[in-house]
Structure formats: structure tokens, C-alpha cells
């Protein structure tokens, strides 16, 4: 049988109308010839989930996200194209994840390992969504951001109140205060600037200054040195000796010991003492007033005159 033209042409149409199909539908993520798992999530916000994004459980990637479509109540219907034969539970969680920085919105299966209730193509899982580092960074700077912004009022209020303080005046004072203080800064630089002239001129003078101190030094340390190589310790010990004796002898003197303590003590030998001399001041007064009847000389045999006793011959007792 010989085709004409005109089926020809149909039949060219017909083919390409379904190869643009097809293909229309391979762009969107769809494969007609698939016959894999459909499963579906409802979520109240898909937070940036496209779809083709991957589908993985514990990290490998079983399917992808075939369409995302809204319902009459707001809420989003998910529908995912699951690929493997792992058995996952119907108690399952699809956890919408932020899979980097660049890498986009994602789907991660948790399955319910001890659950032997398993999906089939049609079926539900429960939804979850985790914050991305963008929104984590977000939640965690809007505290922040708060107190920030308290704190730059509060700042400002702080300005305000200094400017109401600081009149024309107060600040005229202030402005003559900063100026004092640049000149009494630039008194200290010359000051300091004259100084260190003094010292470059008297460099040579402190250098013997400080040689000499220490020659002192050393001289001072080999005196240290012959101290505590002289001994000390014997000398201090014979002194504390010695004045153990001292105190002993004065206690001695005053409880009347010995010749001193008597001395100081006996009243008999006080008084005899005091009579003895006072008959010695006597005979030397009667020697000075009568030598001559202690000493006579005579060369024609003349007699001694008789002894006559002074007249204040007495001692008082």
C-alpha cells in the first residue's frame, strides 16, 4: 500500500506533536515513561524549594521534586518522584533542608526504620522544615538588631542631653581648656627637649657618676663579704656573755655582795670609813699647826715640850 503526501505529513505532525510533548515534559522534570513512586508532602511554607530539586535519603539522592502546586487553603502539595526500591515507612519525615550557601532549597527522607508500614505510589509523609543558614543567621541578629537599635537610641538621647549641657559658654570653656592643655603639652616638649640636651651634655659626668657608684657598689659588697666571713656570731655571743657578768655584778652590788655592795650596803663600814678619815683630817691639821711635836730638833739638848691635845679633838659618831 502506497502512503500519500497527506498521511505522510500527518503522521510527521503526529510524531512531532509528541516528541514536543515529551520533551516539554522532560524539561519540567516529568518523564512519561517513568513508572516510579509518587509521594506527596503538604507544607504550610516550602521556604524557596523549587522543583527538579533533589530528593536524598541519608545523603544519596533517590528522586527529585517533580511539581509544587497550591491549594484552596494556602497549604502547598509537594509531589515527589522516589527512583530507589528502599522500602521507606509511612511514618516517614520529608524535611526541606538548606543543602549550602549555593546549593539550594532540598528534600531529606527520614525514614521510620522499626515502621514495616511501607508507602506505595500514592501516598502521604509527614512534613518538616528546617531553617537555612541565611534565616538561622537571621532569628539569631534580630535580638541583636533590637538591642542595637536600643542602644543607638539610647546613645543619641546621651548626645542630646550633652548638647543641652554644654551651652555657649561650656563650650567656650571647654575650647580654652583643649588650648591650655596644647600648650601646656608643648611646654612639656621643650621641657623634655631641654632635658635631654642636659643629659647629652653631661653624658660624660654621669658616666663617671655611675662608674664611681659602682666602684662603690663593689667596694660595698667585699665589706659584706669580710662582715659575713668575720665571726659574728662568737662576737655577739662573748658580748651577751659579758653582759650577762655586768648584770650579774650590779645584781650582786645591790643585794650588798662583795666590797662595793658592802660599801654600799653596810652602814658600820660607811661610818668607819667616814671616822678614819676625819681623824686623818685631824692629824694633818695638827701636824700643820705643830710640827714640832712630831718633829724636834735640838742642838743644845733642849726638852720636848709636853703634848697638848687640840681643842676641836673630837669625832662625831
Known sequence: MKLTREIKTAILVIIS??????????????NLFDNSNKLFVIYENVAGLAPSAPVTLNGLTIGKVNAINIQTD??????????????????????????????????????NLEDTN??????????????????????QLEPLQSKLQEVLENANLL????????????????????????????????????????????KTKLSSTLTNFDKTSKNFAKMSDSLASANLGQTVKNLEKTLGNVDKLMKDMEQGKGTIGKLMKDETMYNNFTNTSKELELL?????????RYVNVSLFGKKNKPYVAPVNDSIKK
Open 159 to 202: 548626645f542630646t542631653n550633652v548638647n543641652d549641657v554644654l551651652d555657649a559658654k561650656a563650650k567656650q570653656d571647654l575650647k580654652g581648656s583643649i588650648s591650655e592643655l596644647n600648650k601646656t603639652l608643648a611646654e612639656f616638649s621643650v621641657a623634655s627637649k631641654s632635658v635631654n640636651e642636659l643629659i647629652t651634655d653631661n
Open 17 to 30: 506533536i509528541l516528541l514536543f510533548i515529551w520533551g516539554y515534559s522532560f524539561l519540567k522534570g516529568k
Open 284 to 292: 694633818l691639821k695638827d701636824l700643820r699647826l705643830n710640827p714640832t
Open 74 to 111: 494556602g497549604k502547598l502539595l509537594v509531589e515527589l518522584n522516589i527512583t530507589t526500591d528502599f522500602p521507606i515507612s509511612k511514618s516517614s519525615i520529608a524535611e526541606i533542608y538548606d543543602s549550602g550557601l549555593v546549593g539550594g532549597r532540598q528534600i531529606a527522607i527520614k525514614p
Open 118 to 139: 511501607y508507602t506505595v505510589s500514592g501516598d502521604y509523609l509527614h512534613a518538616s522544615s528546617k531553617l537555612g543558614l541565611t534565616d538561622a543567621l537571621a532569628q
